[in-house]
């Protein structure tokens, strides 16, 4: 009730993002985790092609964030929204009208295209109209997201009882119904004249103290999070050899979001600096991979192995809780307000790019786990990625490269010179 009660003390346009980041959430998740073996079983396409498809999409999101963010800056963000979730719907949509492998590389490339655009544009929006309650509207983001990330696949399970197209026109007509209602509520703002040219806004947020390293150093937050849908499932399996406790794993997180993620912005808002519990947060992420490091070299699963894997997964929930909001409210903060959406689209351009070949080298680490006989070893360095990430973070905040706290004084938030490039 307590979350509810924030909901509505923050503008329309805020309100109207977090339903839309439950309904995108929602929609992404009862139809990607499903793809690959629609894919491969129900079309009888081979691995590599099935690696292509789902490549494409990776690659047209993380690759194009930044065209995202500048757009979001020069052009509007409201505007780039409902591009990017109309360009979604379309997308999706063209995965239920067959199985022609340009038709599918086709959705593929749209839904990147689509997450490229509003990811940045959404968190852009959100900045400008939170004003200084940043932190406390991006952890609701996080409650939402964590919401419809629950809510997608028991949605997908059910509608694959019927086949793979309701599933994808399902998400389609979600997406749909999201454009309309943002079109329809979400304020248009007046979008202030560019003062260079874009290669000239990348060089400014690049050139900006600080935010290069910061983004790799949050290559421990991306990286780790994913271990959700990687590394902490394989350990539930293996611990305790039930389908079912993957699905408690996401249960219990989601629970962890609602009840306690605004309670936690809140309090540690009040009692310290963002940079502080940033790295505080990376480091419980990191020691979440310690409970089932305990339990992974069992022979016989056994349901009580379950529960160190359970431990580990409210742990890296709770250090997302504790950084991620506060990673949110800090990259704006790098640079003038015109350049919001370029500094959050180059963010997740390094970071995410950076964590998805984190991701990448802990599933060799398993699979070297699997031919060694060293099972804790993937636990071991997931360990190390938090803690190495946390120290990072933490030397760039002795070393005053990260912008001050609002009403503090400290070193410009971004790097000042000559614009040869201004129109």
């Known amino acids: 009730m307590k979350t509810l009660a924030c909901v509505r003390e923050f503008p329309l346009a805020v309100r109207l993002l977090l339903v839309n980041q439950l309904g995108v959430n929602t929609g992404f998740y009862l139809l990607v985790p499903y793809l690959a073996t629609h894919l491969s079983e129900d079309l009888g396409l081979s691995a590599a092609v099935v690696g292509v498809v789902l490549g494409l999409r990776n690659l047209s999101q993380q690759g194009l964030f930044l065209l995202g963010g500048s757009a979001a800056d020069r052009l509007g963000a409201r505007g780039v929204i409902i591009a990017g979730c109309a360009l979604r719907t379309v997308g999706f949509a063209l995965f239920a009208l067959g199985d022609a ?81 943002q079109l329809l509520v979400l304020p248009a703002r007046p979008v ?33 999070e994913n271990q959700l849908y990687l590394l902490l499932p394989h350990a539930a399996l293996r611990a305790c050899g039930w389908d079912g406790s993957i699905g408690l794993l996401f249960l219990a997180g989601t629970l962890a979001h609602l009840l306690f993620q605004l309670r936690i912005t809140r309090r540690l808002k009040a ?68 350049l919001t959406g370029t500094f959050y689209g180059l963010f997740y351009a390094v970071s995410g790019i950076a964590a998805a070949l984190g991701s990448a080298a802990v599933g060799w680490v398993m699979d070297t786990a699997g031919h060694t006989g ?48 201004t129109r």
């Open 101 to 181: 492998l340009p038709l599918l590389l086709s959705a593929s490339i749209l839904s990147g295209l689509a997450g490229a655009l509003f990811n940045p544009a959404v968190r852009t929006y959100v900045a400008q109209e939170a004003g200084d309650r940043k932190a406390e509207a991006f952890a609701l983001f996080n409650v939402f997201a964590a919401t419809g990330a629950l809510l997608g696949p028991l949605l997908g399970t059910l509608l694959l009882l019927v086949d793979f197209r309701a599933a994808a026109v399902t998400a389609a007509a979600l997406f749909a119904a999201l454009t309309l209602a």
């Open 192 to 224: 202030p004249a560019p003062q260079t040219r874009l290669t000239g806004d990348w060089r400014e947020a690049a050139g900006s103290r600080g935010f290069l390293p910061f983004s790799l150093a949050m290559i421990g937050m991306y990286g780790l």
């Open 271 to 338: 009692a310290g600096s963002r940079a502080r519990w940033i790295a505080t947060g990376l480091a419980v992420m990191g020691l979440a991979f310690v409970p089932p490091m305990l339990v992974s070299g069992t022979l016989a699963p056994h349901p009580a192995y379950l529960l160190p894997v359970l431990a580990g997964a409210l742990l890296l929930h709770l250090g997302v809780m504790i950084a991620q909001p506060f990673v949110m409210e800090l990259i704006p903060a790098f640079g003038r307000e015109g």
């Open 374 to 421: 060293l099972a804790w070893l993937p636990f071991a360095c997931c360990l190390a990625l938090g803690l190495v990430s946390a120290a990072a973070v933490a030397r760039l905040h002795r070393r005053r490269a990260l912008p001050a706290e609002p009403g503090t004084p400290g070193p410009p938030p971004h790097a000042t010179r000559p614009r040869s490039e």
